[in-house]
């Protein structure tokens, strides 16, 4: 099953976030409390404590007829280098993430304690500081002083599951950010770029999960799962990860188109915003235009910041 590889899909995801960022916040609540109840919305789960004032927060979830039993592998192999995120892998590896979602479970990636490190990125890390299997996982980014070294902002990411009333389990993803310390991080982290982006890749994370846990379900002579596994589930799993990393000639012609136009349209937006803030008198400019010229580089929506918070009106 191909998770994430998709390069119509992946292409699809990017004019997806144009959207919700230029949007902004007329679709903030669908977007920040999609598929999630009203009380599943309100409530408080765990790792909410770690964060009681968030600068802000979204609650997502999701109905799948698997059990909580099946659907804890997937998420107890999160991580780049280790079962991958779930999302838009073309788009993660553009910007450096390494990631490879598995299409199986890995049972050398299924024992996770507190303490342990979750990978977003080869150099950004989230911490295991609550996890009960079939149940509750909770992963927190440093705040303060020590969270100078990471590229990730002070926050929680948690996953838990729960019953459904009609039968099934409720997949419910809790997200908190802590307020940064400055305007830049402020910036880089606030509701009009990280929500916007992270809801789109959190839905098809959350969508991944569900179609690969039902998949699992479906198919019980072929399951993998850390309480079933045997010596060849062990042996197959094991040689299914190994994989060589994807290389341009591995992928399929409209893959390859499909990154030629990502390219072409990031390249087309950063010109067209340097070369308005080139022209543009320094008093016009929010913040100053050094400043501005780095956020320009950033994947797409770096453009977008410009010209919807940079330039003085």
């Not at 659907?71 to 079962?83: D, E, F, I, K, V």
């Not at 850390?226 to 040689?239: A, C, H, L, P, Q």
């Not at 087309?268 to 308005?276: G, H, P, V």
């Amino acid at each position: 099953m191909e998770v994430g590889r998709s390069g119509a899909r992946n292409a699809l995801a990017v004019a997806r976030m144009a959207g919700h960022v230029l949007t902004g916040p007329l679709l903030r609540r669908r977007r920040t409390t999609w598929g999630a109840t009203a009380e599943e919305a309100q409530a408080t789960w765990p790792g909410d404590e770690l964060v009681p004032a968030p600068a802000w927060s979204a609650t997502h979830a999701v109905t799948t007829r698997a059990s909580a039993e099946q659907l804890w592998p997937w998420l107890a192999q999160l991580g780049q280098g280790r079962g991958g995120l779930y999302s838009f892998e073309l788009l993660e590896n553009l910007i450096g993430c390494r990631m490879h979602n598995a299409d199986r479970v890995l049972p050398q990636h299924q024992e996770l304690s507190a303490g342990d490190e979750v990978r977003l990125h080869p150099q950004a890390a989230l911490t295991v500081v609550g996890v009960e299997p079939g149940r509750d996982l909770v992963l927190a980014a440093p705040t303060g002083p020590s969270a100078a070294a990471q590229r990730v902002p002070g926050g929680v990411w948690s996953f838990h599951l729960r019953p459904a009333p009609g039968g099934g389990t409720r997949l419910v993803e809790r997200l908190r950010l802590a307020a940064a310390p400055t305007w830049q991080e402020r910036l880089a982290t606030s509701p009009a770029l990280v929500e916007p982006i992270s809801f789109v890749m959190t839905q098809e994370m959350l969508r991944n999960i569900v179609r690969l846990a039902e998949g699992d379900t479906a198919s019980p002579s072929t399951r993998r799962t850390s309480m079933t596994r045997t010596g060849t589930s062990r042996s197959t799993t094991r040689k299914g990860s190994r994989g060589r990393r994807t290389r341009w000639e591995d992928l399929t012609a409209g893959q390859q188109t499909a990154l030629l136009m990502l390219a072409s349209v990031q390249v087309s937006l950063a010109a067209t915003a340097w070369a308005d803030l080139a022209l543009r008198p320094a008093e016009e400019v929010n913040g100053g235009k050094g400043k501005w010229a780095a956020i320009i580089a950033i994947n797409f929506v770096g453009p977008v910041l410009y010209f919807r918070y940079g330039i003085r009106r």
